[in-house]
């Protein structure tokens, strides 16, 4: 099956820094990656999607400029949190898909980001 | 009204039990169903997926009502492994998935 990963694993920052993810899709093309992020007990929240070189699009409520998405090559994506508060604090998770198979079930194994 | 709901437990299930439990979806045009296995600090893993006519996977159970729109999920003979939250999720098109916020389920020696 594919693989993907995600960096960090996890993460525990000062409110107010910026903390990037990385999500790299490692056996094949992603040419679309959908982010989301899971606050306890709850679901799967999608906040953005993005297209390889395109600008990503975001979901009603995320804020594209604290949320920073970029997907610049097919095999890497990342997720920046700008001026990170604890309210922030939550389990993100990327999804890679190519063009070929849009329901690709592979997710990233997650960051569990801790703001203090 | 969220767009896919799902009662959220806990389904405490002695071991060797069977446990049923479904999901509702709110979107007729959803294309495409799932159940996923979530574990505790895990990100979701693709359990099955859900067709029209039913289908089966060893001991997973897995039903589509188109009609009434809602999914369900049956497991036979409980393992303790099977202890996870159950997510139910909807695919509204090309790739975009909508979750439920799952359903724990507890299998107890």
């Known amino acids: 099956g594919a693989v993907v990963s995600q960096h960090p694993s996890w993460v525990i920052c000062k409110s107010g820094t910026s903390v990037k993810i990385e999500c790299r899709s490692l056996d094949f093309q992603a040419t679309t990656m959908f982010w989301y992020r899971q606050f306890p007990k709850q679901s799967l929240m999608l906040m953005a999607t993005s297209n390889e070189g395109s600008k990503a699009t975001y979901e009603q409520g995320v804020e594209k400029d604290k949320f920073l998405i970029n997907h610049a090559s097919l095999t890497l994506s990342t997720l920046t949190v700008t001026s990170a508060h604890p309210e922030d604090s939550s389990f993100y998770i990327c999804r890679p898909t190519s063009g070929r198979a849009p329901d690709t079930q592979y997710f990233g194994p997650g960051t569990r980001l801790t703001v203090l | 009204r969220k767009e896919v709901e799902q009662d959220p437990g806990p389904f405490n299930v002695p071991e060797g039990a069977t446990v049923a439990f479904n999901c509702t979806y709110s979107n007729s045009a959803s294309q495409s169903f799932f159940w996923y296995r979530q574990d505790c600090r895990k990100e979701p893993k693709l359990l099955m997926s859900v067709y029209s006519s039913g289908n089966e996977d060893g001991r997973f159970t897995a039903q589509l009502n188109r009609a009434s729109q809602y999914i369900s999920l049956l497991i036979r003979d409980s393992k303790l492994s099977d202890s996870a939250t159950y997510l139910c999720?909807?695919?509204?098109?090309?790739?975009?998935?909508?979750f439920g916020a799952g359903t724990q389920v507890v299998v107890t020696p």
């Open positions: 999720v909807v695919n509204i098109f090309w790739g975009k998935l909508q």
